[in-house]
């Protein structure tokens, strides 16, 4: 891809395979995706795996926390009966793909793609932890740590300011009840909270914020430049809100089917040639 808006292929190429894991990884890649999207939470042998939800019961066979289940036991976990299950017109089926931890998933994948790795455990070994997996595979300068909470990425920061960091805006209905930000969010509208959190990251030294694709707004990417922080989306759900994005200036995107959403950056690009 040689557009600067970026397609970050979120948990993989997770419309067509279940997220998060090596197929969707590798498919995504297929697909000419150049950039991955993925979250990161530790097993209870601290073992760095990877996988989106809290709990287990919804994708896999296993029940309740994630962080009760040694590596040994999630690795052995199946999510691809759950795609299948509830992608019945997907052109593959996936039964038997497992849960992979993050050197796996590095390891396979190499320099070959950016990785946003997105902190989903708050437990306060994770951010070092972390990196040095990130840099036992000489992966450094293809990361950028992400995550919904301010404090890990503080973590980072403070050990490593060179490393790109993107903080992740909550979407406006969810802003004002997280614990970590009511205190001085409550009553405050969404373009007050956008601009409390851009400043916020800008005053951090990160370098990129990602708002949800329907919040993002000229304003708030204007608010972005001006303090220093680049701005992309998450939550994409369709082309429309791919092409909001596109229209109004943000620098990229997670989105569930890189393939489309390549074809669309690109006819947008030829568009703006002619
Ligand atoms: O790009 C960030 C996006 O991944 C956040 O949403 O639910 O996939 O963690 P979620
Ligand atoms: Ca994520």
Redesign the pocket.
């Known amino acids: 891809m040689d557009s600067a808006f970026r397609v970050?292929a979120?948990?993989g190429a997770s419309a067509e395979a279940p997220e998060n894991t090596l197929p969707a990884f590798r498919l995504a890649l297929e697909q000419g995706a150049s950039e991955v999207?993925l979250?990161v939470r530790f097993s209870s042998d601290l073992e760095i795996m990877v996988f989106?939800d809290d709990a287990l019961d919804r994708k896999t066979g296993l029940r309740g926390r994630f962080s009760h289940y040694d590596a040994s036991a999630l690795r052995r976990t199946d999510i691809g009966r759950w795609f299948d299950v509830t992608r019945p017109h997907a052109q593959r089926r996936f039964a038997g793909t497992c849960l992979a931890t993050l050197d796996e998933v590095l390891e396979t994948l190499g320099d070959r793609v950016r990785y946003?790795i997105?902190i989903?455990d708050s437990n306060p070994l994770l951010p070092l932890r972390l990196l040095q997996a990130v840099d036992a595979h000489g992966l450094e300068s293809r990361v950028t740590i992400?995550s919904f909470s301010m404090k890990p990425l503080l973590a980072v920061q403070k050990v490593a300011p060179e490393r790109p960091i993107c903080f992740?805006l909550r979407d406006a209905h969810d802003a004002v009840r997280s614990a970590e930000f009511r205190p001085h969010l409550h009553g405050k509208s969404i373009e007050a909270i956008q601009d409390y959190w851009i400043d916020a990251a800008a005053e951090a030294g990160f370098s990129q914020v990602?708002v949800r694709a329907q919040d993002v707004t000229p304003r708030c990417i204007a608010r972005a430049a001006d303090r220093g922080v680049t701005l992309r989306g998450?939550?994409v759900r369709d082309e429309a809100d791919l092409l909001w994005l596109l229209r109004i200036g943000a620098v990229g995107a997670?989105v569930d089917w890189p393939a489309r959403a390549i074809e669309i950056v690109r006819a947008h690009a030829e568009d703006g040639r002619r």
């Open positions: 970050i979120h948990r999207e979250d989106h946003h997105e989903k992400t992740l990602a998450w939550g997670t």
